[in-house]
């Protein structure tokens, strides 16, 4: 099973820019859908965007859409997140994610590995 590990998360200012990096390990990175999962307190976790083995097809939510960019590395066995326009409403964790569905139709109920989550906080 591959292992999961984020890191780029810190306080930005609306309408500034961060960068997420998720590092794998274990079994091949590039067998694996991945995604971008995020959690509000007091709400569910909710899916951000996802990205085909191969890197040729990104899906996103609307809420993103424009504005969040995902790629892939399979040679450093890296998962990225650009976000840019950055909302206070986009503060949350973020976690990384693998899966063997397909990832157009990425739920938390179809994925198999988590990373432990970086938290995103958006100022005023």
């Known amino acids: 099973q591959v292992q999961l590990v984020e890191s780029g998360g810190g306080l930005v200012q609306a309408g500034g820019s961060l960068r997420l990096s998720c590092a794998a390990s274990?079994?091949?990175?590039?067998?694996?859908?991945m995604g971008w999962f995020r959690q509000a307190p007091g709400k569910e976790r909710e899916y951000v965007a996802s990205?085909?083995?191969?890197?040729?097809?990104?899906y996103y939510a609307s809420p993103v859409r424009g504005r969040f960019t995902i790629s892939r590395d399979n040679a450093k066995d890296t998962l990225y997140l650009q976000m840019n326009s950055l909302k206070v409403e986009d503060t949350a964790v973020y976690y990384c994610?693998?899966?063997?569905?397909?990832?157009?139709?990425?739920?938390?109920?179809?994925?198999?590995?988590w990373g432990q989550g970086t938290q995103v906080t958006v100022s005023s």
């Open positions: 994610s693998a899966s063997t569905a397909d990832p157009q139709w990425m739920t938390p109920s179809n994925v198999d590995t």
């Open positions: 274990g079994r091949t990175f590039s067998s694996y859908a």
């Open positions: 990205i085909t083995r191969s890197g040729g097809n990104r």
